[in-house]
């Protein structure tokens, strides 16, 4: 059920995006095949929308849009609704629960890095929320909420992003310590009307068990992600560019002497495909690179040619390398950088003349993603 009522700026800062039924049935499909007697759970949703996630009658939704609670109320009148901001006073008997009580949440919470390019023109951090969830991202709010709850499991969809980035998984704090991911199914956000119009990003519908030891980056690395394609992953599979190079602004590091040209600043692969990559001029925002790191430079460069084959589900991710193989080819990547931006000519030299680097160079690509090279744009 797409929401009806609310206009784009609202859609976006209450992070409205419904979500289609057959993803809600993934969700019930891995509640029942990972949690025993599960029908004596309590199924809570704090971001209900239109309550499509509402299925039974030992459930309870809230969400703080009026209307929306209204509309679910008329949709699944068996639920217990509450209209109230629920990452504020966050607490059991908001709900009507007891400490003893088994709870599942469910849902589709709200996403909304305020610190993203994205939309950032219309993003407002609009709502009162405990310090203990305070967060840049509506959404890793609304995770830390769920800790708060002690809810016995959690089923959820959330930007993969959340995981598979450093930063992002250490901001999930307590809900990290606490919970341990058992089970998942990842999507493009292509599959929901209203969003990701242009570039796609991962979600992932992440079934989380309280646990008392948490969980480390290092599982999330080795965890094997399978997507809605039958594909299977994980972080480990791939070394990064991020162990080469400098991805964001290093004036305090590299001297202006030894600087041979300047690069924008990287964040993942769908944010390369935004972005430029060598610049003419320093700006605030742009990396010094020096002589023995322009050959890793060009090849970002030229990764950025390739992103057409790169499935949405690395969108995400930091640029992959097989180092190996680059080394005994980055000239190939430097002469076809230079052949883009001849200015580089006085920056870099390739050591070698090549008339024909294009094969070679998507042959790389090829075997760098393997079963996930996307064939779309040959």
Partial sequence: MDQKHLDHKSTVNLGSYYTPSWLVDIVYTLIEKNIPNASDYTILDTSCGYGGFLRGEKTIGADIDQKAVETAQTNSPES??????????????????????????VGNPPYNDTTSIIRNSIKRNEFMRDFDVMSRDLGISFLLSYDKLTADY????????????????????????????????????????????????????????????????????????????????????????????????NKNKVNSDDTVAYFYTMRDVNALKRTATFLDNETYNSIRITADKMPYYCYVDIFKEYIPHIPYYFGNSDVMINNDAFTEMKDLFVTKSIKKHPKLSGCIESKKNYSDFEQPVKMYFRNLLGEHYVDSHD
């Fill in 80 to 105: 217990k609704y509450f209209n109230h901001n629920s990452l504020y006073e966050i607490s059991r008997p908001h709900y009507g629960l007891t400490n003893d009580a088994k709870i599942i949440i």
């Fill in 154 to 249: 959690v089923c959820v969809l959330h930007p993969l992003s959340y995981l598979i980035k450093k930063a992002n998984f250490e901001a999930l704090w307590q809900f990290k310590n606490n919970y341990k991911l058992i089970d998942s199914f990842v999507v493009s956000s292509g599959v929901f009307s209203a969003t990701s119009k242009t570039t796609s990003f991962p979600i992932i519908v992440a079934l989380y068990e309280r646990n008392l030891f948490g969980m480390e980056y290092n599982y999330i690395e080795n965890y094997k992600f399978i997507t809605s394609e039958g594909k299977t992953f994980s972080l480990r599979q791939y070394d990064t560019i991020g162990k080469y190079i400098s991805k964001y602004p």
